[in-house]
Structures are given as structure tokens and as C-alpha cells.
Nanobody, 126 residues
Framework: QVQLVESGGGLVQAGGSLRLSCAAS????????MGWFRQAPGKEREFVAA????????YYADSVKGRFTISRDNAKNTVYLQMNNLKPEDTAVYYCAAGRTIATMSYSSEYEYDYWGQGTQVTVSS
């Protein structure tokens, strides 16, 4: 049974930092794409960042480029999202997702992902 468990959310002031973690279990994820999405109140879920577990390339939404970094720890089967210089508009529930076969051009589409975590709340105060 695949499980993705997010942690690390919380309340932070604008300009601050948080690191989210996504612990993956239940199968071998070496060929998977791992993504982070977020959903703010009253808005649709949106892509934040993604990487292929076995590759080096990373992908970001324009709104977070230069501020957020996605990374992985193979030994811990964990994906991270380091978030710096947070802004109030970053406030959302953040979700980790895993997809088995996703073309590079489709990394930002939530419909391409097979598994989802339960989400972790990030609140940025002004």
C-alpha cells in the first residue's frame, strides 16, 4: 500500500522559511515523478514543483522559482520542499504526489499523478 505522508507545515511570518517533507513508502519509487502541489482556500490546486526520483532535473512554477527548492533523500525515501522568502500568497495546504509515468511536459498536471498525501497546512502571516 502506497503512502505519502507530509510534514513540516506551520505558521511563519513573511520572509521566513519552512521545509516540508514527504515520506514515501509501499513501493519502489525510483522511476516515479514526485511533485508538490498546493491549494489555497477558494482556489484550485496548483503545481509547485516536481522532480524525477532517478534524475537530476527539477521543475518549478514561475511563482516559486528562486524561492523554493525540491530535493530528495534516496536513503530515507523522502522528498523535501525547502521554502524561503515566504509570502502571504504562499498560504495553502501543500500536497505531495507521486506519478509512475509522466512526460516532462505534464509534470504540472495534477491528473497525471497516481498517489497523494493528506496535505500539510502552510500559513504565512504579513
Amino acid at each position: 500500500q502506497v503512502q505519502l505522508v507530509e510534514s513540516g507545515g506551520g505558521l511563519v511570518q513573511a520572509g521566513g522559511s519552512l521545509r516540508l517533507s514527504c515520506a514515501a513508502s509501499g513501493r519502489t519509487f525510483s522511476t516515479y515523478v514526485m511533485g508538490w502541489f498546493r491549494q489555497a482556500p477558494g482556489k484550485e490546486r496548483e503545481f509547485v514543483a516536481a522532480l524525477r526520483w532517478s534524475g537530476r532535473s527539477t521543475y518549478y512554477a514561475d511563482s516559486v522559482k528562486g524561492r523554493f527548492t525540491i530535493s530528495r533523500d534516496n536513503a530515507k525515501n523522502t522528498v523535501y520542499l525547502q521554502m524561503n522568502n515566504l509570502k502571504p500568497e504562499d498560504t495553502a495546504v501543500y500536497y505531495c504526489a507521486a506519478g509512475r509515468t509522466i512526460a516532462t511536459m505534464s509534470y504540472s498536471s495534477e491528473y497525471e499523478y497516481d498517489y497523494w498525501g493528506q496535505g500539510t497546512q502552510v500559513t504565512v502571516s504579513s
